[in-house]
């Protein structure tokens, strides 16, 4: 998967951001677009990644993903994303 996906769900807020199941992730998170800080929800985290923290209805989300993996020659690779969405 090249590019992420966000999706709202009966439980929250799905991720989904890895091409290998191996990939971990950090994830973090900011509600309010740029007048909120940035808070980390998942250290190392699989994807797909299931944020379950209740918002209310209209809030805006976004999400960093720092994505850690290895290219195919086994160098370390980083990808980064960033993603939003209204609950």
Do not use: C, K
């Not at 709202?8 to 509600?31: D, K, Q, W």
């Not at 808070?39 to 918002?55: G, I, M, T």
């Not at 993996?69 to 370390?76: I, Q």
């Amino acid at each position: 998967m090249l590019v992420p996906e966000l999706t709202l769900v009966a439980t929250g807020r799905r991720l989904a951001f890895a091409s290998h199941a191996y990939e971990r992730a950090h994830i973090f998170r900011r509600v309010g677009r740029s007048a909120g800080p940035w808070h980390r929800v998942a250290v190392n985290a699989r994807s797909p990644f299931l944020d379950e923290d209740v918002l209310a209805p209209g809030t805006v989300v976004e999400y960093y993903i720092h994505v850690q993996d290895e290219a195919g020659d086994g160098a370390p690779q980083e990808r980064s994303h960033l993603l939003s969405i209204t609950t």
